[in-house]
Antibody, heavy 124, light 109 residues
């Protein structure tokens, strides 16, 4: 059974770079059927898509974060990673990694598997 | 950029009653809409995709409808485990963009 697990520092100082890794277990990140993504949720607020990556390295980012975000993939480790630069308190959130799956019959795309999420606090 | 607006922000419903949640897109997304359920302290769970197709293992009391800019998630008879926050998400212009709505909290009346 495929599982996703986020890892990384829970505390980041303002102006520094937030770095998280998502490890995929029980299946290959190199499947041609899926994208992989990062979503965040500030405390008490809604979900915000950060960006997604294909195993080949193609990336797509939320325009509101694009200037600060880099998502990369390491197929040899079955991992993908998030870097968010110049963080402020507004970047404090639970960060989720998730699989973006597809129904080819409907040309539908949806996040069908999620990690448990990791809280990242931006504070000095 | 497509903006997804959910209403109401909070819905108070008694167990056994029907809940109707709305999601509106700022421009047409055809039927390219998904719904998620999120309980406190948990990751979201996929409920519906293609506006009306239930995901694997989702009970029949959950149904989705709509197309274009107006969508509805209906829970026919609320069970205790259904009290949660629900999000819609459009994928009409994926790639490169995905957008979530702001969420509707379904609480016990």
């Amino acid at each position: 059974q495929l599982q996703l697990q986020e890892s990384g520092p829970g505390l980041v100082k303002p102006s520094e770079t937030l770095s998280l890794t998502c490890t995929v277990s029980g299946g290959s990140i190199s499947s041609s059927s899926y994208y992989w993504g990062w979503i965040r949720q500030p405390p008490g607020k809604g979900l915000e898509w950060i960006g997604s990556i294909y195993y080949s390295g193609s990336t797509y980012y939320n325009p509101s974060l694009k200037s600060r975000v880099t998502i990369s993939v390491d197929t040899s480790k079955n991992q993908f990673s998030l870097k968010l630069s110049s963080v402020t308190a507004a970047d404090t959130a639970v960060y989720y990694c998730a699989r973006l799956g597809r129904s080819s019959a409907l040309n539908a795309w949806y996040f069908d598997l999620w990690g448990r999420g990791t809280l990242v606090t931006v504070s000095s | 950029e497509i903006v997804m607006t959910q209403s109401p922000a909070t819905l108070s419903v008694s167990p056994g009653e029907r809940a109707t949640l709305s999601c509106r897109a700022s421009q047409s997304v055809s039927s390219n809409l998904a719904w998620y359920q999120q309980k406190p302290g948990q990751a979201p769970r996929l409920l519906i995709y293609g506006a009306s197709t239930r995901a694997t293992g989702i009970p029949a009391r959950f149904s989705g409808s709509g197309s274009g800019t107006e969508f509805t998630l209906t829970i026919s008879s609320l069970q205790s485990e259904d009290f949660a926050v629900y999000y819609c998400q459009q994928y009409n212009n994926w790639p490169p963009l995905l957008t979530f709505g702001g969420g509707t909290k379904v609480e016990i009346k």
